[in-house]
């Protein structure tokens, strides 16, 4: 049935593609005449599906959890680029406004697949589809994964069972509630065989423990000091160890593996946004940080970077903070990955060009474009590879020198300032740098597994041990290249630091900061600290959306 799906992932992506005005109460396909009852089964679940490539993209969800935080920073790139009235800016300072485009695009994206679960829960059991009941679970455990993205970002969840009735809000305990009874629901009827593209039993039990480790955060959202509960950290315990114990995954000795164009079969990846239909594949979250002058892909001379964000240096500083006089792309391969081993000057086939990975630092080379191409070598074959400078931006005296200072200032929003991140690898079919790409966007993975379990130990049973073993459980797991130091002591400092490091780029930052008491300390550019804006605005269309109805969709404090 798998393979049934992705194809009309497919068609459904073309269709909407074509939709800038489509309706949401169409998506029943119960209502489409011809189609097989198998069909109708396939194409809802696809559709509830189908919103994970705008929602897993580079400036919506993507946007919310890392450019908030202090990983990442997008400043006006040469005063102009980038600007987009401000949002990217006030996303970073936490000048977060209801009008923000991204943050009413986010929130669309998950109410659409809020709605289409609702949809297919409603006209799955009215087919005689064998598995009905568990194909019901699966997309229940879908909607309480959106709705735990909506809690964590908007403090609010819609609980709706009957697509002709209206939505309840709920909050704080009560949304919790709904969303771990929904997925308890579904643990034990959804089967292992689904993943990792679709939400399986093991996606499930990470969810649980992911809920249950920020239980604190989630019921009491502007607390002082969360107050973690041991029964809660005993849970996440508890589903930690099943997903671990269930022998399915194992941790990748190769880091970046993970992020390549074919890591669906990664035996680390619990639950991912699955890219392999070449229509709903993007490429956004490898090109946006690259330079414009970086072009990845021989045989294709406009696929190239955007200048988007830079790491700032108050994370960069962390890295070097751990490992001291080492560097740390020699001390812990998560940091770097050397694929690119050229004199100041070389000739190259195609093919054999590949790109530096993981954190990117200093100047940069590669192909070398010009109005008609990439630079041929003398033997008119091979490609020279040189220094890589701002041609795109008519600056050829300009060379691409990646530097740890990034900031607001004119000099810090340089094309070249921060080091910049490619941790998934440049999709080879992405012709335009944007589109087309392979790798499986990572939503859950068993490394989260251990860290999470490390966490709930030192919150919960004081297990120190344990801890500190599930901490280097992962950090001795990567021996493809070199492997990181073992740790010798462990607290929650150290372990929020591990997490950056392990998690870098992957849309967890933002919810880890503010679970470790660290969203409203001070960074690059940034130094509001009120507590309130560890949940976004609700968008004002949506507001004005509710506005018929007295009471019923409130704006959360603070805006």
């Not at 109708?40 to 705008?54: K, L, Q, S, T």
């Not at 901490?471 to 010798?488: E, G, H, K």
Request: aromatic share 12%; proline share 4%; net charge negative.
């Amino acid at each position: 049935m798998k393979k049934s799906i992705i194809f009309l992932f497919t068609l459904i992506m073309v269709f909407l593609g074509s939709c800038t005005d489509l309706q949401e109460d169409i998506l029943d396909e119960t209502s489409v005449t011809g189609l097989s009852q198998n069909e109708i089964v396939e194409g809802n679940i696809a559709a509830a599906y189908a919103v994970f490539p705008n929602l897993f993209n580079h400036v919506n969800y993507f946007n919310l959890q890392e450019i908030s935080t202090d990983e990442a920073i997008l400043p006006f790139r040469g005063g102009t680029d980038w600007g987009d009235n401000g949002i990217f800016v006030g996303m970073h300072t936490h000048n977060f406004i209801t009008t923000d485009p991204r943050i009413r695009d986010t929130w669309n994206q998950i109410m659409r697949g809020i709605s289409r679960c609702v949809s297919a829960i409603d006209a799955i059991p009215r087919t005689n589809e064998p598995n009905v009941e568990a194909f019901v679970a699966e997309m229940r455990a879908l909607k309480a994964y959106y709705s735990l993205l909506s809690l964590d970002l908007y403090g609010l969840v819609f609980v709706k069972e009957d697509p002709n009735e209206r939505s309840v809000v709920v909050r704080g305990a009560d949304a919790f509630n709904y969303i771990e009874s929904e997925l308890l629901y579904a643990e034990n009827l959804v089967p292992s065989s689904i993943g990792p593209g679709r939400v399986s039993k093991e996606a499930i039990q990470g969810l649980l423990a992911r809920l249950y480790l920020n239980a604190a955060v989630y019921k009491d959202r502007y607390a002082a000091q969360f107050n973690f509960q041991q029964t809660d950290m005993t849970k996440v315990i508890e589903y930690c160890d099943k997903v671990i114990n269930s022998g399915k995954f194992r941790l990748s000795a190769d880091y970046f593996d993970m992020f390549d164009d074919e890591n669906h079969t990664n035996p680390e990846l619990i639950f991912v946004y699955d890219q392999r239909a070449e229509l709903n594949g993007h490429n956004r979250l490898a090109y946006f940080s690259l330079s414009g002058d970086q072009f990845p892909l021989a045989n294709f001379p406009n696929a190239n970077g955007t200048d988007g964000p830079g790491m700032t240096s108050d994370f960069y500083d962390t890295w070097t903070s751990a490992y001291g006089d080492v560097d740390p792309a020699k001390a812990d391969p998560r940091f770097f990955e050397e694929n690119l081993i050229i004199p100041a000057d070389s000739c190259m086939s195609g093919p054999s060009f590949k790109m530096n990975r993981g954190i990117l630092r200093g100047q940069q080379y590669g192909f070398i474009r010009n109005p008609n191409g990439f630079q041929r070598c003398d033997d008119g074959v091979n490609f020279r590879i040189g220094k890589l400078s701002s041609r795109t931006r008519a600056r050829p005296d300009l060379l691409v020198n990646f530097t740890r200072e990034i900031d607001y200032t004119t000099q810090g929003s340089l094309y070249s300032t921060g080091y910049r991140v490619l941790k998934y690898e440049f999709g080879k079919k992405s012709s335009s740098g944007r589109n087309l790409g392979d790798a499986d966007i990572v939503l859950i993975r068993l490394a989260d597994m251990y860290l999470m379990r490390a966490e709930a130990k030192l919150r919960g049973t004081g297990d120190r041990a344990g801890a500190l073993a599930d901490l280097n459980a992962v950090r001795a797991a990567r021996t493809a290249r070199i492997t990181a130091p073992l740790l010798s002591e462990i607290n929650l400092d150290i372990l929020f630091r591990e997490r950056g490091f392990e998690f870098y780029w992957e849309m967890l930052r933002r919810t880890d900061m503010i679970r470790f008491g660290k969203f409203e300390d001070p960074w690059t550019e940034k130094t509001d600290s009120d507590p309130l804006k560890r949940i976004f605005p609700i968008p004002q269309t949506a507001l004005d959306g509710a506005s018929n109805i007295p009471g019923y969709l409130e704006q959360n404090p603070g805006y």
